[in-house]
């Protein structure tokens, strides 16, 4: 009774405020107000939620990561290789121009496109790394993060109706945001023996079935696989797309700066001929510069995409902070080369030492060993009849090692290892993988 009360008081007083507005509907009162009524006599009515709910996943790795940290809260040591976050620091450069900004008053929104500063340093990095030259003031958006600069670049350029095709094994957000823009996720299987990269033909194949596919997903180099699309595999998927010339290819770069082959260099697609007017790339500070809790990431795009996603930006979320622009300003500008090529030597030593491990395992391979981001995908499809989930789970439950399932990606049988976390933390999860497999 008391809680009717106080849905009724509420109801009321909602309906006073907001009688005062122009767009004031009785309806809503009364819907309010019958709620109330209805509570009163315990059958609770529940407004349904949007229906486009029941077809999205939540993220695999996130819940892993939630069960890691409530096991953690209650106690437990576990060993998490879960995560895509590099384990360092960020530069302490970064880390400075953050407190300079907060104690010099950069405290309030900015433009809805990021910092003017903060654009320039991000057209002269990727004029001079990746010679693609993007117009600042029109051509770049800076966003929460990658993953939202992501989802915005896909709600720019298709939706209802379209399909968007997405290589597996993918990043699992791909194609629950496709389904989110209402969009349906078409993918396009690669093979071990193509390297987990894109094949062009079967590209060609792909796109030829499926007219209504308006998007490409290229995640290069790719999470979960490693891989690296070298430039001329790059440039005969180009190929292939000249065909299809209302494909917009969404290419996440966010990895590009951990590439383990001997030039280590990863083309950016919007530098090859003939694609810059149709490649929305996208590109952060969380990888390379450590900076995951900033959530600072950026699309680069023409001047069409990048208004259409500013558009969007500016109802969703206005800007992303102030203070981690800052920090994205120093991150381009203070941060020397250097500080990122010791990072890929570290992380290539993890790497090798993981591929060394997991070749002594029985039952488990690695085909495609990655040349790029901070992930294997070794595959264990000998143990649990390939049923990665169950096997993850259970580990995780005797040996508390959190890795996540491949089936996630679109890779059952194997499963998802970062290895960017500390070379003692990956010998003990070696170690803890080792004894399991063993186990069974
Ligand atoms: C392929 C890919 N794209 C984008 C992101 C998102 O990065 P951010 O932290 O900048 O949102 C991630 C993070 O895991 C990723 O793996």
């Given at each position: ?20 507005c ?11 107000f ?22 999205i ?5 996130v819940?892993?990561?939630?069960l890691?940290?409530?096991?953690e ?9 879960c995560?895509?976050e ?11 121009a ?8 950069q405290?309030r ?6 910092t003017?500063?903060?654009r ?15 117009n600042?003031?029109t051509?770049?958006?800076v ?12 709600l720019?350029?298709?939706g ?7 290589p ?5 957000s791909?194609?629950?945001m496709a389904?989110?823009?209402?969009a ?5 299987e ?13 590209l ?7 007219p209504?596919?308006k ?5 290069n ?17 180009a ?19 951990l590439?383990y082959?001997?030039d280590?260099?990863?083309t950016?697609?919007?530098s ?11 590109n ?7 900076m ?11 001047e ?6 500013s ?8 800007c ?8 994205g300003?120093?991150?381009l ?5 250097s ?10 030593e ?17 085909s ?7 992930y ?5 499809s000998?143990y ?13 439950k ?17 499963v ?5 976390t ?15 497999l063993?186990?069974?």
């Open positions: 009774m008391t809680r009717t009360v106080v849905f009724t008081a509420t109801a009321i007083l909602i309906g006073q405020s907001l009688s005062s122009a767009a004031f509907s009785p309806a809503a009162s009364t819907s309010s019958s709620f109330a009524l209805n509570d009163a006599v315990n059958t609770p009515v529940e407004p349904p939620l949007n229906p486009l709910l029941s077809q996943k939540p993220s695999k790795t819940e892993v990561f939630s890691v940290k409530q096991m809260a209650e106690g437990e040591t576990v060993t998490s290789l995560v895509g590099p384990d360092f620091a960020p530069p302490q450069c970064v880390l400075d953050a407190t300079a900004a907060m104690n010099g008053g405290t929104y900015t433009a809805v496109t990021g003017a500063d903060l320039k340093a991000i057209a002269e990095d990727l004029k001079s790394r990746k010679g693609v030259e993007y600042p003031v051509e770049i958006v966003g929460n993060g990658a993953k939202q600069c992501v989802y915005q670049g896909l720019a350029a298709c209802a109706g379209d399909e968007v095709v997405v597996a094994p993918y990043w699992p791909y194609p629950e389904l989110l823009v209402g349906s996720p078409v993918i396009l690669t093979s071990v023996d193509d390297g987990y990269l894109i094949n062009p033909d079967a060609d194949k792909c796109l030829e079935e499926h209504k596919a998007v490409l997903m290229l995640c180099p790719s999470n979960p696989t490693g891989g690296v699309h070298s430039t001329e595999l790059l440039t005969q998927i190929k292939v797309l000249e065909k299809y010339p209302n494909v917009v290819i969404l290419a996440d770069e966010i990895y590009e700066r590439v082959t001997d280590g260099q990863c950016s697609f919007a090859l001929p003939g694609m810059f007017s149709r490649t929305i790339t996208i952060g500070f969380s990888k390379s510069h450590a995951t809790g900033f959530r600072l990431g950026y699309l680069a795009a023409p069409r995409f990048a208004k259409a996603t558009v969007l930006q500016g109802q969703i979320t206005s992303a902070s102030s203070v981690s622009q800052a920090a300003v120093s991150a500008n203070d941060v020397d080369d500080w990122l090529e010791n990072n890929v030597v570290i992380m290539k993890k790497r090798d030492y993981v591929l060394q491990e997991l070749a002594k395992m029985d039952g488990v391979s690695v495609v060993p990655p040349n790029g981001a901070f294997v995908l070794p595959d264990v000998k649990y009849n390939g049923d990665d989930t169950q096997l993850c789970l259970d580990l995780l005797e040996k508390k090692l959190a890795l996540v399932p491949g089936e996630s990606f679109g890779a059952p049988g194997t998802r290892i970062s290895y960017a500390s070379m003692e933390e990956l010998e003990t999860a070696m170690t803890k993988l080792r004894e399991f063993e186990s069974l």
